[in-house]
């Protein structure tokens, strides 16, 4: 994807708060109901989705639980310093 699409689904909180979220336990899944979120569950499923849409996180079902992790190695092999810059903005 595009850089104007990751920068655009970071452009919103809930998102760029889960990616925070995805950074703070490198290399590791992170199940969807262990986020810290103040929306409906629905809510965040689709903020998951656009994140994943624009190619920065994957997820992937574990039975009934829905795995998320962040493309780390791939966003910083497209995108040279943008995961520094999300930790510069915390």
Do not use: N
């Amino acid at each position: 994807p595009p850089l104007d699409q990751i920068m655009k689904a970071l452009g919103d909180p809930i998102r760029l708060s889960a990616v925070r979220q995805l950074l703070a336990v490198p290399g590791q899944e992170k199940a969807c109901g262990t986020f810290d979120y103040d929306v409906t569950k629905a809510t965040f499923s689709h903020h998951i989705a656009i994140l994943e849409s624009a190619g920065l996180v994957q997820a992937r079902q574990e039975g009934t639980r829905r795995l998320i992790s962040l493309r780390f190695d791939e966003l910083e092999r497209k995108f040279p310093g943008l995961i520094g810059l999300i930790l510069a903005t915390s």
